[in-house]
């Protein structure tokens, strides 16, 4: 019989052992070491099969245990070591109260999915690590930053195999009372409530969870309660589940009901309210829409002026490098739930389906498109890795038409990863990782002896191959199998055999089976009786995606061979808790995409930080950092049309890589047993990318680029709005106005008679603004190097100066290029808006060049 309803009995724990229950309630423990050896103290036996759960130990762990721990004066004076660290951690100043005035004051940061610990499933893949580890990093650094996100009652889903090798999906219940988490509650003790209007006068409300990760509070939106109508009760069911609508509705309560939730929040905390609004990613856009709102019906200001300030204190991240990746709804669905009854009266209909339009060359017009309105909203956006920064200019420069793709306004901050969480104790020691203080001197790499170096990751694989086997018979019995033929089990994998790491989620894109292209090349090396391989993998097709499953399928049969068995084995239902074993565990990390649409990858970062080497295709953040030396770079077959002819030739382009030059560094070892050219390279890979892929070096990049300048102009604009007001009205006047703005003529003297470098060219620019003013504009040459039809390569630009004025809005301009380079080289001219308040030149989209006719420069300079 089935119980008609659930709820979870939180133990109470005896005075002397209530620390405990405040040390399990803050999420530090999940990155420290000693909080973690603390609670194994309590019952080892118990930590264990708990999964390393503090929550369920302390429910699980029984009275007379607790009776003898509340007497144990070891014991206790280890709790309260513990929790006096944790309170100095909590309140002490650090790294970022030294940056000075001009960084938020507090930040707020919006993610559909946040990978803090496996305890708190509420992630599907690299989207919600990464999120996980910006606020980790957050707090490691003292950052003011509070993440918000939604809590999915049944998480993404657990994955397992049917026995001939299918995945299938299981949503267990998730009870957020048997979870790090606290209810949000108003000063009478009613638990806190945001709401948000849905068509049809229906509205959708959430009770707020807090999950406190280290110094962060991360809000957790919950519409799974009694106030609703069933139906809105299943919006935060699980995560990327549901059709088109259901996804929508989502997406209104992390935007809207977040926004709604941080105010709630900083009300009744008294928390200082958010500078910068972090979107992480397109799902969270509507958050924009209700800080309009809230400016129009509670400040008073108009739309453009709303706008404006919104946009001034907003960052948005993109992580997809394909369209496909984007969340795009039928404007016809947005018109219905943002219009009628449900519209707000200072957001109306039209201006938020114009934020989301894809009117650009090649957009389509029907939809609303949820990546475009997170760049009309934000000032300030982002890419998660250099290639993925130059991929997103491309994908979306209809945008800025007129400008080139180098133009467009989206930088790029290249993803970390949180040593603290992912890098085994043991590997720790020997580098002294410290991310909290920003001193790690990796120096110290130097002095490690290469005999502890090896000795430390030979352990570190044993314990993955042991764990391996413990997940593969969890498998095998789930299957169907039975424990009479599981005995090989016993002997699958070797702790002394060179082993691959391959792990990710499995779109089509990051070639789950490449690696199968030759399956009796594969074989062999596998078996090679002297140098011999081993493969560990994971991953997880979306529920929808039958494609990924059948990948995971063709897997799953080749690792079912018991002919190579021993040496391959996909572990089914990748999560946190089998990350950490693989990436500390494996000697070279494997990562095989379909460049460029890795955005940027971070598994490869962990598994460097924890001594292993990197093969992979030049995407990501490895077309970034590697340095030749750090791992291999898997040759890529850019611009071969054919996909199955590419996907040949670097499938066998890797095999070459592991026969050729992994497997032999790996195996060639000195008198005393050790891989030297191996640990040299491991050694480099710890110095060179270290200090690199931390996600405090993120976390430090975001402040630097993104969030201390859109405090700043928030700022400028929030003092009295006065700003804003006037920068909107500025940009409706230029807007109405450029049509009439136009160069007219261009003279230069000495260019392509005879120039030498260290000469230079007198320009003059004549030009018609029309009713704008000098002041409202920037006119620019634009010079350097051209290619064989005349396009300007990575052009130098000067900003000439007005010289004269003449009737109706008629202007000369002058200015002086310089010849600093020899070969041919030219110039062109443009106009552009200007104003001190504007993040970029492109941001209005707005630009004039010459007319066609109008002749480039294109002299040999000698």
């Known amino acids: 019989m089935r119980a008609i309803r659930r709820f979870t009995v939180r133990p109470v724990l005896p005075e002397p052992l209530a620390p405990l229950g405040d040390l399990a309630m803050n999420l530090r423990w999940s990155w420290h070491p000693a909080t973690q050896d603390l609670f194994a103290a309590v019952d080892s036996q118990l930590w264990a099969a708990t999964g390393h759960d503090p929550m369920r130990l302390l429910g699980e762990v029984s009275g007379e245990r607790l009776a003898e721990l509340s007497s144990d004066d070891g014991f206790l004076a280890e709790l309260r070591v513990a929790a006096a660290d944790l309170r100095s951690y909590l309140s002490e100043d650090r790294r970022y109260q030294s940056l000075g005035s001009d960084v938020p004051r507090q930040i707020a940061y919006f993610s559909p999915e946040f990978g803090i610990t496996a305890v708190l499933p509420q992630y599907s893949g690299g989207l919600g690590i990464l999120a996980g580890d910006h606020l980790k990093a957050a707090s490691d650094l003292g950052a003011p930053l509070l993440g918000v996100g939604l809590l999915y009652r049944h998480g993404y889903f657990k994955q397992s195999l049917s026995g001939d090798g299918w995945q299938q999906e299981r949503y267990p219940i998730v009870d957020p009372q048997a979870m790090p988490l606290s209810l949000l509650r108003e000063s009478d003790g009613a638990p806190a409530r945001v709401v948000v209007g849905l068509p049809g006068g229906r509205t959708l409300a959430a009770q707020i969870w807090v999950a406190q990760v280290g110094r962060v509070p991360l809000l957790l939106l919950d519409s799974g309660i009694e106030d609703n109508q069933p139906a809105e009760r299943d919006v935060t069911d699980r995560l990327y589940g549901g059709g088109t609508e259901h996804r929508l509705l989502q997406e209104m309560l992390l935007g809207v009901g977040g926004v709604r939730a941080l105010r709630t929040y900083c009300r009744i905390t008294g928390a200082p309210a958010p500078e910068v609004f972090h979107t992480n990613e397109g799902h969270a856009g509507f958050l924009g829409l209700e800080r309009i709102r809230e400016y129009v019906e509670e400040r008073g200001l108009d739309f453009d002026s709303a706008l404006e300030v919104t946009r001034a204190g907003t960052v948005f991240t993109t992580h997809t490098p394909v369209p496909a990746g984007i969340d795009r709804f039928a404007r016809d669905l947005v018109e219905q739930h943002f219009s009628g009854d449900n519209e707000a009266p200072g957001v109306p209909i039209d201006r938020i389906l114009a934020l989301g339009a894809e009117d650009y060359e090649g957009g389509d017009p029907s939809l609303f498109n949820m990546a475009v309105m997170g760049l009309r909203l934000g000032q300030r956006a982002n890419g998660v890795s250099a290639l993925h920064g130059e991929v997103s200019r491309g994908m979306f420069a209809g945008l800025w038409p007129g400008f080139d793709e180098t133009e467009v306004p989206i930088t790029s901050v290249t993803n970390g990863v949180h040593a603290p969480t992912w890098v085994a104790r043991e590997m720790g020691e020997l580098t002294r990782i410290d991310e909290g203080t920003g001193t790690t001197d990796w120096s110290v790499v130097d002095q490690i002896p290469e005999s502890a170096m090896w000795k430390t990751k030979a352990s570190m694989r044993a314990r993955l191959v042991e764990y391996s086997r413990a997940r593969l018979r969890e498998s095998w019995l789930a299957r169907g199998a039975s424990e009479a033929e599981l005995g090989w089990i016993e002997h699958a994998l070797d702790p002394d055999v060179l082993t691959i790491g391959f792990a990710r989620r499995v779109p089509s894109y990051k070639r789950l089976t490449l690696m199968l292209a030759d399956r009796d090349r594969l074989k062999r090396l596998l078996l090679d009786p002297e140098r011999p391989l081993q493969i560990v993998i994971a991953g997880k097709a979306h529920p929808a995606d039958d494609g990924g499953k059948r990948l995971i399928q063709e897997v799953v049969w080749f690792a079912d061979d018991p002919e190579v068995r021993h040496r391959i084995v996909f572990l089914p239902d990748y999560d946190m808790g089998l990350a950490y074993p693989l990436v500390t565990g494996c000697d070279v990390w494997l990562n095989n995409p379909l460049r460029p649409y890795e955005a940027c990858g971070t598994s490869g970062m962990k598994a460097a930080l924890n001594g292993g080497l990197n093969v992979s295709i030049r995407d990501g953040w490895w077309d970034e950092w590697f340095d030749g030396e750090n791992g291999w770079a898997i040759p890529s077959a850019d611009g071969v049309g054919d996909p199955d002819r590419r996907d040949d030739l670097e499938a066998h382009a ?118 704008l003013s000098p002041e409202d504009v920037d006119v620019q040459v634009l010079h350097g190097r051209v290619d064989d039809v005349d396009r300007l390569q990575n052009p130098s630009t000067l900003s000439l100066t007005p010289a004269e004025s003449y009737e109706a809005g008629r202007y000369r301009y002058e200015g002086e290029v310089r010849f600093d380079r020899t070969g041919p080289v030219g110039y062109t001219v443009r106009i552009l808006p200007h104003n001190d308040n504007l993040a970029s030149a492109a941001e209005l989209g707005l630009v004039e060049w010459p007319p066609a006719a109008q002749p480039m420069v294109n002299g040999d300079l000698r």
């Open 654 to 771: 890797l095999y070459d890589l592991l026969e050729n030059q992994v497997a032999p560094r790996f195996y060639d070892r000195d008198e005393h047993g050790l891989p030297r050219r191996w640990l040299e390279m491991v050694r480099h890979t710890l110095k060179s990318l270290g200090p690199k892929v931390l996600a405090t070096r993120m976390f430090d990049d975001y402040v630097r680029q993104l969030y201390a300048p859109a405090a700043v102009s928030s700022r400028a604009l929030n003092a009295s709005f006065e700003g804003a007001r006037q920068l909107a009205a500025w940009k409706r006047r230029v807007r109405e106005a450029w049509h009439d703005v136009h160069v007219d003529h261009v003279e230069s003297g000495g260019v392509g008679e005879g120039a030498e470098v260290g000469g230079s060219a007198g320009l003059r620019v004549f030009v018609s603004l029309g009713t």
